[in-house]
């Protein structure tokens, strides 16, 4: 069984939302998935991007692949910059504390 990082299509016709989602990837897209880690609105100004890195970054630890679409969603949140600390051997709640700790100047 292969796991996939994908988005799920919600919202009405010619109004897509999408929620990235963790599925199996012989599930249907609008099928059953596994946990809703997020959502992206992409018809909002600027647009919508909500992940929870936390369980985005348990995920791709291990081993759930992303899709396309999610990998750039993810690099644009720094979320794969961050994956890659955790295989360096960072924890994630590390990873996650670190820009938080750091100053704003």
């Not at 099928?31 to 791709?60: C, K, M, V």
């Amino acid at each position: 069984m292969a796991v996939k990082i994908r988005l799920r299509r919600m919202g009405a016709k010619k109004q897509p939302v999408y929620r990235v989602v963790i599925a199996e990837d012989k599930m249907a897209r609008q099928g059953r998935f596994i946990e809703n880690i997020g959502q992206y609105n992409p018809r909002t100004e600027p647009q919508t991007l909500i992940i929870d890195e936390a369980r985005a970054l348990h995920w791709l630890s291990v081993g759930a692949q992303p899709t396309e679409s999610v990998s750039r969603l993810f690099r644009r949140t720094k979320t794969l910059e961050k994956f890659a600390r955790v295989k360096t051997g960072e924890t994630i709640e590390q990873v996650l504390a670190a820009p938080a700790a750091t100053p704003a100047a």
